[in-house]
């Protein structure tokens, strides 16, 4: 139940488009806002997004052959995005306000998420160059993107809320 040729294809990537701009305007406002980080279930919401983003990517591909040239560009996609969310997530700032830990981006953490968006479109465009037929691969790999994003941002997050002693000793994922 792979992708058809009769315009689903189109729809499911214009949909991809439209809940990843949605996900990135949220991320913004969250970014650079105060907020709470969750101590208990920190990656609740990165593992439903990584779901739903796998099953997409599951069906693009299903019925199709994916070159290695378009699996390497991917990865080498979803690498540079790791290490700018990790930046990111050193990057905010942390602190406790009473029993709460809270960060906030900052304009370096904003570029940074804007670099790496840009830097998987970037890498979109260089798969539907090197692999014709492949115009969507990158486009529905974009909930994927982000669920990682988001986990190992919040993963240097709480790093450096411990390297502050500002986690509770409850936390045994903060380590």
Do not use: C
Not at 57 to 82: K, M, N, Q, R
Not at 83 to 102: E, K, N, Q, S, T
Not at 119 to 147: C, K
């Amino acid at each position: 139940m792979g992708w058809d040729a009769g315009g689903n294809d189109e729809r499911m990537g214009t949909n991809n488009v439209v809940i990843g701009v949605l996900v990135v305007m949220w991320l913004v406002k969250r970014q650079l806002s105060p907020r709470t980080v969750k101590e208990t279930e920190p990656y609740r919401l990165m593992v439903i997004l990584a779901a739903v983003g796998a099953w997409q990517i599951a069906s693009y591909v299903e019925d199709i052959h994916v070159p290695t040239a378009a699996w390497e560009l991917l990865v080498l996609s979803f690498g540079i995005g790791v290490v700018l969310a990790y930046v990111r997530g050193a990057l905010v700032h942390v602190w406790r306000d009473g029993d709460v830990l809270m960060r906030q981006g900052n304009a370096v953490t904003l570029t940074l998420w804007i670099a790496s968006i840009a830097l998987h479109i970037g890498s979109d465009l260089l798969i539907e160059q090197t692999s014709p037929g492949l115009d969507q691969l990158g486009r529905v790999s974009l909930l994927l993107y982000l669920a990682v994003a988001i986990g190992v941002q919040r993963v240097a997050t709480l790093r450096k809320a411990a390297r502050l002693s500002l986690v509770a000793s409850r936390n045994p994922a903060a380590g």
